[in-house]
């Protein structure tokens, strides 16, 4: 019987059987979600800083956009604006060498999400998002801005 295994261990070591398995790295958890920018007719792109409460230009009016950064994975986002559900639109991000995120048309490694929410005539509210990483920890992470 011994010697049937250490024949057959030879063999998958000349037939390169052995080290061949794929290693798929798990998916980050998620680790940051931020809103980016809001944009409107009325006020172009404002840029969102950390801890912004609410936006600086009175965007309201229709056609208002809302794009929001998820780092990691996510299960299934919960968007709302002032509790009436949001729908949107999910584009990967992708990392580069250089630390910086960009869209993935050259590089491989996803390490998030670029959603584009249209608020689709609504004017003015609490804009929430909310998501829950896929995998361990499981930790929930929210970002919340008031659209004026």
Same mark, same amino acid.
């Given at each position: ?28 958890? @998620?680790?940051?979600?931020? =809103?980016?920018?809001?944009? &409107? %007719?009325? *006020?172009? !792109?404002? $840029? ?32 709302? @604006?002032?509790?009436?559900? =949001?729908?949107?639109?999910? &584009? %990967?991000? *992708?990392? !580069?060498? $250089? ?50």
């Amino acid at each position: 019987m011994y010697r049937m295994k250490k024949f057959a261990w030879a063999c998958a070591l000349n037939l390169g059987l052995l080290g061949t398995a794929a290693h798929a790295a798990s998916a980050p958890p @998620l680790s940051e979600v931020k =809103v980016l920018k809001v944009e &409107s %007719p009325t *006020c172009g !792109f404002e $840029n969102i800083a950390a801890g912004q409460a609410q936006t600086r230009c009175d965007h309201s009016g229709p056609n208002i956009k809302v794009y929001v950064l998820e780092v990691g994975y996510g299960r299934q986002p919960h968007v709302t @604006l002032d509790g009436f559900e =949001v729908d949107g639109t999910r &584009s %990967p991000v *992708c990392a !580069f060498g $250089n630390g910086n995120l960009n869209d993935c048309s050259t590089s491989t490694k996803v390490v998030g999400y670029l959603y584009i929410f249209d608020l689709k005539g609504k004017q003015e509210g609490t804009f929430s998002f909310t998501n829950v990483s896929i995998n361990a920890p499981g930790n929930r992470m929210a970002t919340q801005l008031y659209i004026k």
